[in-house]
């Protein structure tokens, strides 16, 4: 299976992360919030969970 998804990779959709679900660990501020946010970019459905809900809802 994992074969044929890279066999289905290219150039033009290796950034497309629709239907992708993310969760990342780590709270939402420096790199992780970084990742997050280049992820939902990209078409990703993100979760993060945190220690600081300050940081979550910013």
């Known amino acids: 299976m994992a074969e044929a998804l890279l066999d289905q990779l290219t150039s033009q ?3 497309d992360l629709r239907g992708v ?3 990342i660990t ?3 501020t420096g790199l992780v919030l970084l990742m ?3 992820l939902v ?3 990703a459905d993100v ?3 945190g220690p600081k809900q300050d940081d979550l809802d910013g």
């Open 26 to 28: 780590g709270g939402g």
């Open 21 to 23: 679900v993310a969760v």
């Open 41 to 43: 970019a990209n078409g």
């Open 47 to 49: 979760y993060i969970i």
């Open 13 to 15: 959709n290796m950034h």
């Open 36 to 38: 997050a946010t280049t």
